[in-house]
């Protein structure tokens, strides 16, 4: 296929705009050996579909997450994306039919309401899931306190809903090579461990930079400072195997606030460095724009 495979999804904390500088920090051993590939927080799969793409020595990749609808999307991509793609097209249809904003807004909100209210087969769920995402505003997926979709209607003009070299793209590319699909809490990853090499990449729901940039709101549950170092954890004791290197990814607080070194203490006994980003995702224009993130590793 000529279409590079890349994110079906427009996800918050996407690392598209970072995989160069990514890549310049993986461990040389990649380069070298077959590897098992982990991703315990996929998102909307940047990493994924480069590092499948970067390197035709991953024997096996592992991708979890804790959002179920998410999850359910790359299943049904990876097994079924004909009929995902027939599905989506016609409604599609639907919505460019119509004559203006209020009436998209109102089969917006109507698609909303089934995606959150109705039982769904597997192919509609995420049929749904990537219209919204692509008709709502900014893109953004946050559920309330109920786990509810509650994200308003985007108002775009003629937003792309079934990219249907894309959606062919990632599918084959997900059956290139076997690719474990998990739902649930990230330390089930352990359970896949190959004898070689293993490599992780976390990128978690970001730490706030202050009280009000905070958006993790994937899932209903909260990722607190007890579960950042929940993760702590779980990376110092995978750090106890020896065919284990990972890199983990998260918000750069004392550039913020220079008395804010949380992360700085609780990963004291591995290796820090900093990459620039791009914040594309936040209502108030003001507040987008160059910032630094965190990349932690337990290698040189």
Known sequence: MNTEAKPFLKWAGGKGQLLSQLEHHLPEDLKKQDF???EPFVGGGAMLFHMLQRFPNIKRAIINDINSYLITAYRVIKESSNELIERLTKLEKQYFALDDDEAKKSFFLTTRTIFNENELDDIDRTKYLIFLNRTCFNGLYRVNAKGKFNVPFGRYLHPTICNTELL????QLLNQVEVV??????KQTLNHLDDGLNFFYFDPPYRPLNATSSFNSYVKEDFDDSEQIRLRDFCTMLSKHANVKWMLSNSD???KNP??????????DFNISRV??????????SKRGKLTELLIKNYE
């Open 36 to 38: 098992t590939y982990i």
């Open 168 to 171: 062919k793209a990632d599918s």
């Open 181 to 186: 699909i998990l739902n649930g809490d990230y």
């Open 253 to 255: 607080c004392s550039a």
């Open 259 to 268: 008395k804010d070194t949380f992360f700085e203490e609780i990963y004291c």
């Open 276 to 285: 620039q980003a791009s914040r594309a995702i936040n209502a108030n224009p």
